[in-house]
């Protein structure tokens, strides 16, 4: 997100210093993006209220992906939940968005915590939480396709973390 509203602010210092109100479109290209909400399924009976909000960009080769829940039970306040970017689409049970996506182009032996995309979330008082990652790839159409809440932290060894209580389906991508 930084580097966007950089991006953004040079644009515009770029436009004032041409004595301009805006700067040219092709002088100051956008990021490419899109947005979800949801969530596709929520698995469990606590969490149907739960709304979610992932915003995917794509800038310089990277990917960032930013991660919103709000309406969260009061037993989940408080608490740390993992978060990942899963390989399908959301589908009525919990295991069809499948496993991690992971960056296809990684090499042997690279930790998961850097060949898949976590944003694990606190959430707040108010049962809402959010968090962003940015990863120094894009994430190709048609490798990942959804973003799921578990029930526990991520393990940071494993990348296991738990059950899975809300999936969002994502067109990666596109």
């Not at 069809?96 to 995309?117: M, S, V």
């Amino acid at each position: 997100m930084p580097t966007i509203r950089r991006t953004a602010l040079t644009c515009a210092a770029t436009g004032i210093a041409l004595g301009v109100l805006a700067a040219p479109a092709a002088a100051c290209p956008e990021p490419h993006g899109l947005k979800a909400k949801g969530p596709t399924h929520a698995y469990a009976k606590a969490y149907k209220k739960a709304r979610t909000a992932v915003h995917v960009e794509y800038e310089r080769g990277r990917t960032t992906v930013r991660f919103k829940v709000a309406g969260m039970p009061k037993s989940a306040k408080g608490k740390r939940f993992g978060v990942h970017v899963h390989r399908h689409k959301c589908g009525p049970r919990p295991a069809d968005a499948g496993p991690h996506y992971q960056n296809p182009n990684a090499k042997p032996g690279t930790p998961l915590r850097d060949k898949e995309i976590w944003l694990d979330v606190k959430v707040d008082r108010k049962g809402r939480g959010a968090s962003t990652a940015v990863v120094p790839w894009k994430v190709e159409k048609g490798t990942a396709g959804s973003v799921v809440l578990h029930a526990k932290p991520t393990n940071p060894r494993t990348g296991d973390a738990g059950d899975r209580l809300l999936c969002t389906t994502v067109p990666f991508g596109s």
